[in-house]
Structure formats: C-alpha cells, structure tokens
C-alpha cells in the first residue's frame, strides 16, 4: 500500500510539478513592491512628489514596476522607450449652463467617454512620439487628481527591433498607429473585446459595424 501511495505521488509530480518551486527574482520584484509603505517620508511618498512636480508626458530612464514592464514585452535593448503619462481622473468635465435648463437637458455630470482614461493616456504619448508605437502601458501611481501610466513605446525603424524576432512584427505596415486604432489592451478592453460569448454578440468586429449598440 505505500509503494502504491509514493506511485501517485510520483504520477502526481511529473504531470503537475512540484510544489516547491523556485520562484523567478521577479516574483519577488512583486512581492517587494505589492507591499511597500505608502506612509509619510517612504519611497512611495517621494514617488508622488516627483511625479506631481514633473511634466505630464516624461520619459524616464528605467520602468517602476520592471516585473510589470516585462510581463507587457519591455526589454531592456536598443529601441524600447519608457515614458510616464498623467492623466486627470473623473469623466467628462463640462460647464454648466449659464441659462435655465431642464435639469435632465443640463448636460453636466455623469457624462463619460466611450474610452478608458488609459487608452487616452497611451494616445497622448503616441502623439508626443509620433515615430514610436505603443506597445503597452501600465499603472504606477494615483492620488486624488490623477492617474500615472508607464507606456512602453518600441521604435520600429530601428535596426535592433527589425532583426528581433520576437518584436519585428511591430514594424510591418498593419500595426502603424496602433494605439488610435485600440490594439492595445486598454484598447481592446474599452472596446469591450475582453468578453466572449453571450452578452458580446454585438461587440464584433467592432461597436460601429454594429451601429454603437454593442458594449
């Protein structure tokens, strides 16, 4: 009966694996940064002074979250780009009449866009680096203004990207401007191309070819 209890257990290991495996130095990257202080005078509060003292798009030397940042395909070689875009939070916001309307014709609060602010802020470093795509971009920081993104850009005229494998199909002529066209996967999520199945019908191949009914 024990041989056959160490036989499962045998079975078991090879086709699950073990369970004390070791974990990549980015797991731990992870861990370390999930369960930082945000308290007075921690690294995560002199983050939010830089940021907020800084310029709305800015290119930064090294990604913040590095485990994040290669999960989304950043590399760390010639032709990636890091740039941190500051977005403020809240939907629409519009002027208030000055006249006397309906309070249902006032068109004020609740109006939102069809697109997530992340979407918005990958646009708007596109249009600071029209020569780079994006290729994805990630959440650092929030306060109660506004919303922080790293965007990872990758130049696609640049010898380096076109003799990589894994990143030259971002040089071909179908991904040129990906972002205004919501390839990405803020994109792809504000499109509502996240669900399958019942209640998406009318989501693809997009929301127009469906007459804005779909989402």
């Not at 070791?22 to 995560?44: D, L, N, R, W």
């Not at 203004?145 to 971002?170: A, F, G, T």
Request: aromatic share 10%.
């Amino acid at each position: 009966m024990k041989k056959l209890i160490n036989f499962r257990r045998l079975q078991h290991l090879l086709y699950y694996g073990s369970s004390n495996k070791m974990k990549s130095g980015y797991s731990y990257v992870k861990e370390t940064f999930e369960t930082h202080e945000t308290g007075y005078q921690t690294p995560h509060w002199e983050r939010g002074i830089e940021y907020r003292k800084g310029k709305s798009i800015q290119r930064v030397d090294r990604p913040t979250k590095l485990y994040r940042a290669r999960t989304l395909g950043y590399k760390a070689k010639q032709g990636y780009v890091i740039v941190r875009s500051r977005i403020r939070k809240g939907g629409a916001h519009k002027i208030r009449p000055k006249r006397g309307r309906k309070p249902r014709a006032m068109g004020v609060s609740k109006y939102t866009p069809g697109k997530n602010l992340q979407w918005v802020a990958e646009e708007r470093v596109q249009r600071k680096y029209p020569n780079m795509e994006v290729l994805n971009s990630y959440k650092i920081y929030a306060d109660g203004r506004n919303w922080y993104y790293e965007v990872i850009l990758v130049d696609p005229n640049h010898p380096v990207i076109k003799s990589d494998p894994k990143i030259n199909w971002i040089c071909e002529a179908p991904h040129h401007k990906r972002v205004t066209r919501g390839l990405t996967s803020a994109g792809k999520r504000a499109r509502g191309l996240n669900k399958k199945g019942w209640g998406s019908e009318k989501t693809r191949p997009s929301i127009g070819a469906n007459q804005g009914r779909g989402k």
